[in-house]
């Protein structure tokens, strides 16, 4: 090849003179020839000036398709990439959750006072044990105890107006009876004359007037026989109905008899069941009215720990799922009993998970802990979570044939390093992590 200080060289030399001819470099003189007349040496200066010129046009364009050549060689080779890449096995792709909780009794009561009177005394303090029916507080029972002496009272004089009623019924009818036996027999007596007065009449032993007065006779005994009985039926039925207007005021004071010893028994306020009397709410000396809370009652036999979670993590967590409850240095067994339906204001919902029987946990409602949990997230094919291309789409790349593929998916569920999803088979080639610049058809190396 040429440097390019020969090159000017070789073209000053072919360059004509003023005459109109070239120069060659390594003549001193010039040669003149007139017109119409052909120089040898002048004829093969041109020859090889031109063949020069020939063979420089020639040598550039060989070396600038080596050159193209090389550059094409050495872009194929950069064209595939070294990646890395994990094997999506399938599975269920769980998350270890810890939860802040709150320990309550899974039974809790306002305990009413039933009766309305002045706080006497209190004789149970707050956070004592309770049994069944032992009496908290007590009110003062003077005005129950008279309403209950008044309602005993007023039974007895019910209970003298009935007997007195039942006497003097009695003694107004029997009168009416004597009566009503008397008509009857006189009755008895005008009929029996009046057939008899028949028969002579047809024997032509009386007149026939003989025979009409002893007919009127017999209507008139019916007619008192007949007003007999109905006095005494009215003055039955007289008696019947205040005897039956007593007997309801007697009913009457027997159940405000009733009512006035549940109102003074009332007057101590009794725990419904056995537990521990959380909070005492009035003071010895203050009024408490019928229907007021008095105390609340806590049975911590049974605790529950309430904590609260999104909606979406709710519905994964099935009734009767085992949690550990860590208080105090210890560790308790629970089990989920319910989740609330409907979010709160903070968009959580409720969940109560119940203390197992038996565990022996002794606290105070109220108590906080701490509760782990295991959440299943999904199931299906799992991949690291930087394995997911950032786009509108998810999609993650699958080594194909020695070439990046990128495949569409769904998530199913997201722990925080771990997805699982669908979309790919298991055994898949998912390239992890995922080199910048990657675009779907490159070819590529799978390297350790």
């Known amino acids: 090849m040429l440097n390019a200080e020969r090159k000017t060289q070789i073209a000053e030399s072919l360059k004509p003179n003023a005459e109109g001819f070239s120069q060659h470099p390594t003549d001193s003189k010039q040669i003149s020839l007139t017109p119409g007349t052909r120089h040898p040496v002048l004829g093969q200066r041109l020859i090889i000036g031109i063949l020069v010129i020939a063979l420089l046009a020639a040598c550039g364009p060989r070396r600038t398709a080596q050159t193209q050549s090389q550059t094409a060689s050495n872009a194929d080779a950069v064209k595939v990439t070294k990646v890395r890449a994990v094997t999506a096995s399938s599975g269920v792709l769980s998350a270890n959750r810890i939860a802040g909780v709150t320990l309550s009794p899974a039974k809790e009561s306002q305990v009413a006072a039933n009766a309305s009177g002045k706080v006497l005394s209190i004789l149970v303090k707050e956070g004592s044990r309770v049994g069944a029916g032992q009496t908290v507080l007590r009110l003062d029972p003077a005005n129950a105890q008279t309403n209950l002496a008044n309602a005993e009272l007023a039974l007895q004089t019910a209970r003298v107006n009935l007997e007195k009623a039942s006497r003097s019924t009695q003694g107004s009818v029997e009168p009416l009876q004597t009566a009503l036996q008397s008509a009857q027999a006189n009755l008895d007596v005008a009929k029996r004359k009046y057939e008899e007065g028949k028969q002579l009449l047809a024997a032509g032993a009386i007149a026939q007037v003989e025979l009409t007065s002893l007919e009127a006779a017999y209507t008139q005994a019916q007619s008192a026989r007949d007003n007999a009985q109905e006095a005494l039926d009215k003055a039955g039925r007289a008696s019947d109905e205040d005897l039956a207007l007593l007997r309801l005021q007697v009913s009457q004071a027997q159940n405000q008899l009733d009512q006035a010893r549940r109102a003074l028994a009332d007057t101590?306020?009794?725990?419904?069941?056995?537990?521990?009397?959380?909070?005492?709410?009035?003071?010895?000396?203050?009024?408490?009215?019928?229907?007021?809370?008095?105390?609340?009652?806590?049975?911590?036999?049974?605790?529950?720990?309430?904590?609260?979670?999104?909606?979406?993590?709710?519905?994964?967590?099935?009734?009767?799922?085992?949690?550990?409850?860590?208080?105090?240095?210890?560790?308790?067994?629970?089990?989920l009993a319910r989740t609330a339906q409907v979010p709160g204001n903070d968009r959580l919902v409720e969940a109560v998970a119940r203390v197992a029987p038996g565990s022996g946990l002794s606290l105070t409602p109220g108590a906080t802990a701490a509760l782990r949990y295991t959440l299943k997230l999904g199931q299906g094919v799992l991949v690291p979570s930087g394995a997911l291309v950032a786009g509108d789409d998810n999609q993650v790349f699958v080594v194909q044939d020695n070439k990046a593929k990128?495949?569409?998916?769904?998530?199913?569920?997201?722990?925080?390093?771990?997805?699982?999803?669908?979309?790919?088979?298991?055994?898949?080639?998912?390239?992890?992590?995922?080199?910048?610049?990657?675009?779907?058809?490159?070819?590529?190396?799978?390297?350790?």
């Open 406 to 448: 990128l495949v569409n998916v769904q998530v199913l569920g997201d722990n925080g390093s771990r997805l699982a999803v669908s979309g790919i088979p298991a055994g898949s080639q998912v390239v992890y992590p995922v080199p910048a610049g990657l675009v779907s058809g490159s070819p590529v190396e799978v390297v350790k």
């Open 268 to 335: 101590d306020v009794k725990a419904p069941y056995a537990g521990v009397v959380a909070e005492v709410y009035p003071n010895p000396g203050e009024f408490l009215a019928a229907g007021s809370r008095a105390f609340r009652l806590a049975d911590t036999s049974r605790l529950e720990a309430k904590f609260r979670i999104p909606p979406s993590e709710a519905a994964k967590l099935p009734i009767g799922t085992g949690m550990n409850l860590d208080y105090d240095g210890k560790t308790y067994y629970v089990t």
